[in-house]
């Protein structure tokens, strides 16, 4: 199958300022989630997206993230007014095939200063 | 949370031999996956085993599962210098998200 692509690549932006994350995953896929990786640690759930609506979303995702898809392919993820802990690998997904595995991007690298 | 944890955190090999890395959770599971990832990449899915699968293959990949044990195990076989990665195990409940272990760092040393 096709890969995930994520834009951009790194990202390193100002403490308070807001960033948007893309995806583009592939446009007949109902199904996306948000992860995120702080460095050193453990890959962390964020949201599911089903059908153009949050299907479930976990405690780090606070009312300073957001998910859209704006345009039928793209998928984003907003963080409006970034801390200094929101450093962290940000990874998109989407479901393989009958749910046999999942494809992720390559990633997001935000750095916050 | 039923969160995949393995062990050992870390293992390093000699080129041609096998790495052995396990991993344990809490709850009843649909599914549990093994994915690599190489240094500030993404994750690469190797494998996946449903719950009702004792064990299962994909080239130089054992992976065993032990539902009574809420265990399962990643084999690589004649390990080569490109295995050298972080593996993680990610179950998944019947909501289809995957949850994480903190990983398994491999060094192939050649």
Known sequence: EPEVTQTPSHQVTQMGQEVILRCVPISNHLYFYWYRQILGQKVEFLVSFYNNEISEKSEIFDDQFSVERPDGSNFTLKIRSTKLEDSAMYFCARPGQNRDGYTFGSGTRLTVV | ?110
Not at chain 2, 3 to 28: H, R
């Open chain 2, 1 to 110: 949370s039923q969160q995949g944890e393995e062990d050992p955190q870390a293992l390093s090999i000699q080129e041609g031999e096998n790495a052995t890395m396990n991993c344990s959770y809490k709850t009843s599971i649909n599914n549990l996956q093994w994915y690599r990832q190489n240094s500030g990449r993404g994750l690469v899915h190797l494998i996946l085993i449903r719950s009702n699968e004792r064990e299962k293959h994909s080239g130089r990949l054992r992976v065993t599962l032990d539902t009574s044990k809420k265990s399962s195990s990643l084999l690589i076989t004649a390990s080569r210098a490109a295995d050298t990665a972080s593996y993680f195990c990610a179950t998944v409940y019947f909501d289809y998200k995957l949850s994480f272990g903190a990983g398994t760092t491999v060094t192939v040393r050649a």
